[in-house]
């Protein structure tokens, strides 16, 4: 009884072909379900600053509140609900929701001022530089799997030093720094971010829109703080 070799070394290529061909597939449909969820995220979020701007006052006079409910959410709520599929997909729209209603009495002050256009165009100036990053990290060939510690250190740093800014220093020459390290921190974090989606590093699709999101959010707000102060006279 003789083997052919030959079909065996067929049948087994053809067996890592359907692997590979069935791993691509699963890859392209998980990162189709994130951008699914990240763009259900912005329209959560505006949909929470929609319905609060008028009461924008009240969302001033809550913004403490507001920030630890987004933390708490982040390092507790989705870690809470990642068992339970239902649960996390709505811990994510409670906390995009919750974003958008942050962001009142920012779009209220530029409002205000006669700057509500500015909020457009941040938006569209956000969505390109958030498409052509996300773009360029999954066609790269470079690996920026080490940028993740630098990069969440530095986003600590940022965030401790406008707190600071805003409860001491109140320095806007500090503020438009912070605001340009945070825009270029977080350009960073959405190649950082879309590789690691791309690379299958993140078990549920919950968690991959809210890392996107998060990098689209804090590049939106850094633009829209950096355009409302470069209109300044």
């Given at each position: 009884?003789?083997?052919?070799?030959n079909?065996r070394r067929?049948n087994?290529?053809?067996?890592?072909?359907?692997?590979?061909v069935r791993d691509?597939?699963a890859s392209?449909a998980?990162?189709?379900?994130?951008?699914?969820?990240?763009?259900l995220?912005?329209?959560?979020?505006a949909?929470?600053?929609y319905?609060?701007?008028p009461?924008a006052?009240?969302?001033?006079?809550m913004?403490?509140?507001?920030?630890?409910?987004?933390?708490?959410?982040l390092?507790?709520g989705?870690?809470?609900?990642?068992?339970?599929k239902?649960a996390h997909?709505?811990?994510l729209f409670?906390f995009?929701?919750i974003?958008?209603v942050?962001?009142?009495?920012l779009?209220a002050m530029?409002?205000?001022a006669?700057?509500?256009?500015?909020?457009g165009n941040?938006?569209?100036?956000?969505s390109v530089l958030?498409?052509s990053?996300?773009?360029?990290?999954?066609?790269?060939?470079?690996?920026?799997?080490s940028?993740g510690?630098p990069?969440?250190i530095?986003?600590?740093?940022?965030?401790?030093?406008s707190?600071?800014?805003v409860?001491i220093?109140n320095?806007?020459?500090?503020?438009?720094i912070?605001?340009?390290v945070?825009?270029l921190?977080?350009?960073l974090?959405?190649?950082?971010?879309?590789?690691n989606i791309?690379?299958g590093a993140y078990d549920?699709?919950?968690?991959a829109?809210v890392s996107?999101?998060?990098?689209?959010?804090n590049?939106f707000?850094a633009?829209?703080?950096l355009?409302?102060?470069?209109?300044?006279?």
């Amino acid at each position: 009884m003789s083997i052919d070799f030959n079909k065996r070394r067929d049948n087994t290529t053809a067996i890592n072909s359907n692997v590979y061909v069935r791993d691509e597939s699963a890859s392209v449909a998980f990162m189709k379900q994130t951008y699914q969820l990240l763009a259900l995220s912005m329209v959560t979020a505006a949909l929470g600053a929609y319905l609060t701007m008028p009461f924008a006052e009240a969302v001033q006079g809550m913004k403490w509140i507001i920030f630890g409910a987004e933390l708490a959410i982040l390092f507790f709520g989705f870690n809470m609900t990642r068992s339970n599929k239902t649960a996390h997909m709505t811990m994510l729209f409670v906390f995009t929701f919750i974003t958008g209603v942050s962001l009142v009495p920012l779009f209220a002050m530029l409002i205000g001022a006669g700057k509500g256009a500015l909020i457009g165009n941040a938006f569209l100036m956000t969505s390109v530089l958030f498409g052509s990053l996300s773009m360029f990290a999954i066609n790269s060939t470079q690996d920026f799997s080490s940028w993740g510690k630098p990069l969440f250190i530095t986003a600590i740093t940022v965030i401790i030093l406008s707190v600071l800014n805003v409860l001491i220093f109140n320095s806007p020459i500090l503020h438009v720094i912070i605001s340009a390290v945070v825009l270029l921190v977080f350009a960073l974090f959405t190649i950082y971010d879309t590789q690691n989606i791309a690379n299958g590093a993140y078990d549920s699709p919950v968690d991959a829109a809210v890392s996107l999101y998060l990098d689209f959010l804090n590049m939106f707000i850094a633009l829209l703080q950096l355009l409302g102060i470069m209109s300044d006279d």
